[in-house]
Structure formats: C-alpha cells, structure tokens
C-alpha cells in the first residue's frame, strides 16, 4: 500500500462539498489576493461570514509587511466563524502554466500546513484554491494539492485532519474520481 492510498482511506485526508464558511475546524484557508483586503470568491465569502476582526487583522499584516507575496500564508482570528483561525494564502493566477504557477500554487498549500503545525492546529480545510477567477485548471489544481498534501503528512505530525473542500460539483468530482483511483 503506497502513502497516497494511506491518507484518504485513514480519513486523515476527506472530500467534501459544502460552503468552507461552515465548517468546523480549527483553521480555515482563504484563497486571497496580495493586497489580504478582501475580494469576490471564497475571500469575500469568508469575510462576510467572519465579520470585521479577520479585515482588521489583514489591514494590520498589510501594513506591516505589504500584503503576502503569491505562494505564501498568514494566519487571521477566525472572527465569527466555526474555524478559530484563518489561513490566508496567494495562489498564482494562470498564465499558460509557464511563468512558474505550478510551483507557486504548491507553496500555497506548504505553507499554509507549515503555518497550521506552527499554531498547533489539528484540523484544517482548503478550498480549491487558484481555480476560480484565478483560472487554474482544475484537474491539474486538484493532482497537485493531494500531492503535496501526501508529502507533508509524510511527516510525523499533530494535523490530524484535512479537509478538500469543493464548493462547485466540478471541483468536487474531480476530487472524488482522484482519490477512487488512489484508494
Ligand atoms: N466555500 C468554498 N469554496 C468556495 C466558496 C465557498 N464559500 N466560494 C467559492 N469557492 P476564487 P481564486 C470556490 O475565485 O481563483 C478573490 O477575489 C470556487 O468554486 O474564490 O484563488 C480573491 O480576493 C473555486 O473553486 O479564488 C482573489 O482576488 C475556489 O473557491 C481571487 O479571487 C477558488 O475560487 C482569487 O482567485
């Protein structure tokens, strides 16, 4: 039995279609923008339902450091969210695939579970990120996110639990028909 059919058969790893707004873990991941000041998307709809001490805080890492460079994460309040925290991560917008975005939307998810071990979290849901207004194909999104969360969970490590959460049934079967193949 190889890793990858390990982590979704242990259910360390799970699919879900749902709005990421709702679910309850302890952190979240935004797919934002450079500027952390909100936008349409999973990022607006995060924001709506956090409420205004997540925007506060991503006023406050602007200001501080300019934003977040593409392919990296801060970490918010959860605000009113079921989450506790938010991750908020720059995915690459598609530009062919040759000006390094594969690369780039890798990092997002490394970081994002590098800064969640950082905090102690335990369970953490992603969306699918880039593959929105971003326009990231989403089947090559989808390969790339298991992969690189199958490596980092190679580590021994406290994340326990996570979450590919699929807001459009596109993504959502793309997820399902993956992980049938590595199961
Ligand atoms: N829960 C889970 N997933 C969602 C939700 C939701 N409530 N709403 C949308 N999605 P996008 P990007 C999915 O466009 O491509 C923003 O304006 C959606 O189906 O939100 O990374 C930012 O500020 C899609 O699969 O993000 C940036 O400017 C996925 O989330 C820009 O969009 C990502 O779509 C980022 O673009």
Known sequence: MN???GIFSSKRVEIRQEDI???AVDAIVNAANNSLLGGGGVDGAIHKA???AILEECRRINKRQGGCETGEAVITTGGNLPAKYVIHTVGPVWYGGKQ???????SCYRNSLKLARENGIESIAFPNISTGVYGYPKEEAARLAID????????KDRIKKV???????ENYEIYCRLAEKLR
Do not use: A, H, M, W
Not at 148 to 155: A, P, S, Y
């Open 3 to 5: 890793e990858e059919i």
């Open 21 to 23: 707004t709702k679910v």
């Open 50 to 52: 956090g409420g205004p």
């Open 100 to 106: 390094g975005e594969s690369e780039k939307l890798r």
């Open 148 to 155: 690189e969360i199958r490596n980092f969970l190679q580590n």
């Open 163 to 169: 979450l590919f959460v699929c807001y459009d049934r």
